[in-house]
């Protein structure tokens, strides 16, 4: 069964109102709550606390969601490829821009 995306999502592929391009397909669980978010903004807007990024230590633990295949990626297994290891679905490389918002 595939974990639950909350936030504003427009897709089954979990893009959000913020992200959706075709590369927009992964979704981030983050630390303080335990629940995947599309985005930094859908966490944001929609959670009641704030965010916490993954600390260095726990670098693998599954903390990203593909949402074509419903894979979950450690954050190395993530930050180390451009697409799904699964799926070969391509990942946004922007998104590298805000990792210091997801991950130490």
């Known amino acids: ?42 966490h944001e807007e929609t959670a009641d606390h704030p965010a916490r990024p993954w600390p260095a230590s726990a670098r693998d633990q599954n903390a990203v969601l593909c949402g074509v295949c419903g894979t979950e990626l450690s954050v190395n297994e993530y930050v180390s490829v451009d697409a799904c ?7 946004n490389p922007g998104c590298a821009l805000h990792y210091p918002l997801y991950f130490e």
């Open 85 to 91: 290891p699964h799926c070969a679905a391509a990942f």
């Open 1 to 42: 069964m595939r974990p639950r995306v909350y936030g504003p999502t427009v897709d089954e592929q979990t893009r959000c109102v913020h992200y959706r391009t075709e590369l927009d397909v992964i979704a981030i669980r983050y630390v303080c709550c335990d629940r995947y978010y599309p985005c930094h903004l859908c």
